[in-house]
């Protein structure tokens, strides 16, 4: 149940960060859902292989390649998935970090309701 909505909670920061942002285009609400599901994925069986792969350059820019990693994922997500469109890779890193944070802010509000 929880996992449910997580990524209902990842669908919605999907969505309002589509309307907000020029260059990140969401046709509806199923396909942010979609897109929160296969991010999910991406996340749990490519961006590991990306990591390990990326090593070096990760630990010479200490870290901040994997704005890189995160970006790639994302620029993966939207060949995959028709009505979910980004323009480049610097909207990619920028919807990443951004996503990242509401992300967190959205998933805090779990935390708080169960204690």
Known sequence: MNILLKLLLNAIAVFVLAKILNGVYVDNYITALIV??????LNV????ILIILTL????VTLGLF?????ALIILLADK???GFN?????IAI???ILLSILQSLLHSFLKKDKK
């Open 45 to 48: 069986l490519v961006k590991p």
């Open 80 to 82: 995959l998935i028709y």
């Open 66 to 70: 994997l704005f890189v990693v995160n």
């Open 86 to 90: 980004v323009d480049g890779i610097w």
């Open 36 to 41: 929160a599901v296969v991010l999910s994925v």
């Open 56 to 59: 070096p350059v990760t630990i």
């Open 94 to 96: 920028l919807f990443s």
